[in-house]
């Protein structure tokens, strides 16, 4: 099987903010696939933390365990795009440590 060159990009974004993430994500390149842009997948869940110390929480209070309404953000991209992609999904997140994952996907031209 050959090298892929496509990944699977995914953010956990509070409810409120899942636009301004997804708008971002399409922006920087992800979510093209043929004739069609933005495209991605979302799923409900609830985000779970305890800010620490020295944490500047957008959302709780330090030392404080914390349960968030979240969308889960899935959308595919060329892998030679994938940083740029992250890095605009960050950017346009409001956490201080957004939580996101990068995984290798393979599409019919890869197999």
């Known amino acids: 099987m050959a090298d892929s ?6 953010f956990y ?7 301004d993430v997804r708008a971002a994500l399409a922006e920087a ?3 093209r696939l043929g004739n069609y842009a933005g495209a991605s997948w979302s799923t409900t869940g609830v985000g779970r933390f ?4 020295g944490s500047k929480p957008r959302m709780g209070a330090t030392g404080v365990p914390a349960d968030v309404p979240e969308h889960k953000i899935e959308v595919l991209a060329p892998r030679n795009i994938a940083r740029a992609v ?3 999904g960050i950017a346009a997140h ?3 440590e957004p939580a996101y994952y990068v995984t290798e996907v393979w599409m019919l031209e890869d197999l």
Do not use: F, K
């Open 5 to 10: 060159q496509w990944v699977q990009i995914g």
């Open 13 to 19: 974004v509070p409810m409120g903010n899942a636009d």
């Open 29 to 31: 390149g992800a979510g």
């Open 50 to 53: 305890t800010p620490l110390q």
């Open 86 to 88: 992250v890095e605009a």
């Open 94 to 96: 409001p956490y201080e």
